[in-house]
């Protein structure tokens, strides 16, 4: 069965101070990990798309990287309009009709 | 353009109600699904439509019926909903392939209230 597994639950971080979110994931064969930004009662907000291990994706103060276990979304600097719940999802080589396994997600709270 | 509308944004209705809601989109997108998320929880697939056939269906009660008129719109018809079936209701669409993967756009969703 597809497992996602995504560290810390909730992060609190002063306005410039740099951290990583972490997505672990268990499954069959990798298709494609992508990362979403969301906002307290709105819609996920797609951030990334990795498909293989080593590959590395930039927007504004985020980067996501990803190895055969794990993904990872570093936020340098961030700002208090950076605090929002980031998801990481799966979908495995098996999956049918695009189905997607999503972590639990991660609280980001920046102070400013 | 990468929107995907949803209407109503808000609802609101009772038990012994029919409601229904609606999502478009006009990005080209052969896949289109719904999803229900509680507070704090990540998304749970409800159903799929691939080239407007329902391709899977998460042994969704029967309360909830899809239908897709055509590749650009998705509806969710409610009927004899219970409490517990509150939450917000997220319409997403995609590219369709054989091999490869392609993300997935949401829309704004719908805060469905039932009392």
């Known amino acids: 069965e597809d497992q996602v597994t995504q560290s810390p639950e909730a992060l609190r971080l002063q306005e410039g101070e740099s951290s990583s979110l972490n997505c672990s994931y268990t499954?069959?064969?990798?298709?494609?990990l992508f990362w979403y930004r969301q906002d307290p009662g709105k819609g996920p907000e797609f951030l990334f798309t990795?498909?293989?291990a080593g590959e590395e994706k930039e927007k504004e103060r985020l980067k996501a990287t990803l190895t055969k276990k794990e993904s990872f979304l570093h936020i340098t600097a961030p700002k208090p309009e950076d605090s929002a719940t980031y998801l990481c999802?799966?979908?495995?080589?098996?999956?049918?009709?695009?189905?997607?396994?999503f972590g639990e997600g991660t609280q980001l709270t920046v102070n400013p | 353009d990468t929107e995907v509308t949803q209407t109503p944004k808000h609802l609101v209705m009772g038990m012994t109600n029919k409601k229904s809601l609606k999502c478009e989109q006009h990005?080209?997108?052969?896949?289109m699904y719904w999803y229900k998320q509680k507070a704090k929880k990540p998304p749970e697939l409800m159903f799929v439509?691939?080239?407007?056939?329902?391709?899977i269906n998460e042994s969704v009660p029967s309360r909830f019926s899809p239908e897709c008129p055509n590749s650009s719109l998705l509806n969710l018809h409610l009927h004899a909903l219970q409490p517990e079936d509150s939450a917000l209701y997220l319409c997403?669409?995609?590219?369709?392939?054989?091999?490869?993967?392609?993300?997935?756009?949401f829309g704004p969703g719908t805060r469905l209230t039932v009392t």
């Open positions: 997403a669409s995609s590219q369709l392939a054989l091999a490869g993967a392609y993300e997935q756009y």
């Open positions: 990005m080209g997108h052969r896949a």
């Open positions: 439509y691939s080239y407007e056939k329902l391709s």
């Open positions: 499954v069959s064969g990798l298709r494609g």
């Open positions: 999802a799966v979908q495995a080589e098996e999956t049918s009709g695009s189905r997607l396994t």
């Open positions: 990795l498909y293989s």
